[in-house]
Structures are given as C-alpha cells and as structure tokens.
C-alpha cells in the first residue's frame, strides 16, 4: 500500500487469502494463471512492506535496493506480461485472441526494453508525502508517453476479452489508473495497487463463474 508498512503487510494477507481463494477455485490451467493476479499482488505489498521499514529504519536499509527493483520488476515487468497472458489463455474467440497475442508482444518487448533500462540506469526510493516514489534514472520515465505503453498491454487486454467478468476488470483498471495519474502522478506506480483488493475480487468472482456449467456454457455462446 502508498501508506505504510502496516498497511502494505495488512493488504498482503488480505490479498494472500483471496489469491488462495481464486487457486483453489480455478479448474483449469487457464484459470489458475488467472487466478495469480491477486498472488503476485500480495507478494507485491509485502514487498513494499519491507521497503517501507527500510527507508524508515536504517537497521533494515539492507533491504532497500533488492526492495525497490523486485517491486519495480513486479509493476513493469510482469504485470505488462501477465494481464495479456492470462486474458490470452482464457480466451476461445480467433479474432480477439490474436488482438491479444499482439498485446502480449507489446508488453513483452516493453517488459525487456523496461529491464534493460532498470539495470543500466539503475532506480531508488524515497518517502515523500506519505507515499513512496519509486525514480527510475533513465530520461523518458518521466515523459507522458511512458505511462502510454505501460497502459497498452497493462490496461487494455482485459477489455478485449469477451467474458463479461473480465471486461468489468478492464473498467477497474482504467478507472483505477486514471485516478491514480491525475491525483498521484509522482506516486503512480506505489499508489496504483490500492485498488489491488477489488481487482482481486473481481478476479475471484470470474473465476468462480467460469467453474458454473451454466455461466460456462453462457461464455461460449457469448464467444
């Protein structure tokens, strides 16, 4: 969480509960990558758990690069691969299917250009305003169209899927990401995952659907 240790580790069980919840629901292979979203959140705020104690305490400043790159990998690296890998998977529909394989491209080639700048330009936070800044060291971090590509294959996969669950994802994700941009814009990466319980929920009750025959067979008539 943009808070506070107590916070971030508060969500992280929370959030652990409800991707435990979503595994053990899911049937398919499919579905249990799908169910993952709320799982990597939870190692996220926990991981943001540990970088708050060390860049309030120095006893834990140990922590802090190791802290700040795996929450950094975790935000542009796995979730611009993950959201259009997971929507991909649970798709039957040829046409959105390979409108999402190029997404999946998309934040493939941006997770690897976002990993090379990461290990040569390097990235650090700090505390400001109650919240923590990641600043990554590399010039069009800061640019406008940089929050652009991470919104393509982050934001937009879900609202291409034809499960009526997933497109409310895509809904949140949107509503959550432009909240986030306009009021936090510093913070955007840190604040961001405040919404990441109700989109846990709403990945849990996709996929709660999805193991009712009739909402099943109600999908693949939609498709």
Known sequence: ???SAGASFSAGV????IGAASIYSS???????FACIPVIFSVQQFIEGILWLALANPVYVHWETGAT????????????????????????????KKILFSLLGFGVL???????????YGASAIIEQ???????????????????????????????SSIKGIRWLAFIFLVSYTLSRIFYHYYVISVWCFFATIISLVVLSVILKLRDP??????????
């Open 110 to 120: 941006f997770g690897i250009y976002f990993g090379y700048c990461l290990k040569v």
């Open 27 to 33: 049937k398919t292979t499919p579905q249990r990558v």
């Open 130 to 160: 109650h919240h923590i800044r990641y600043v990554l060291h590399f010039a069009f971090a800061d640019k406008w169209y940089f929050g652009l590509l991470y919104f393509i294959p982050t934001v937009l996969p879900p609202s291409i």
């Open 14 to 17: 929370v959030l652990s509960i």
């Open 69 to 96: 790159y795996t929450f950094l990998v975790i935000a542009c690296i796995v979730w611009p691969i993950l959201i259009p890998f997971s929507v991909l998977l649970l798709e039957n529909n040829f046409r959105r």
């Open 214 to 223: 009739k909402d099943e067979k109600s999908v693949l008539l939609e498709k």
């Open 1 to 3: 969480m943009c808070f």
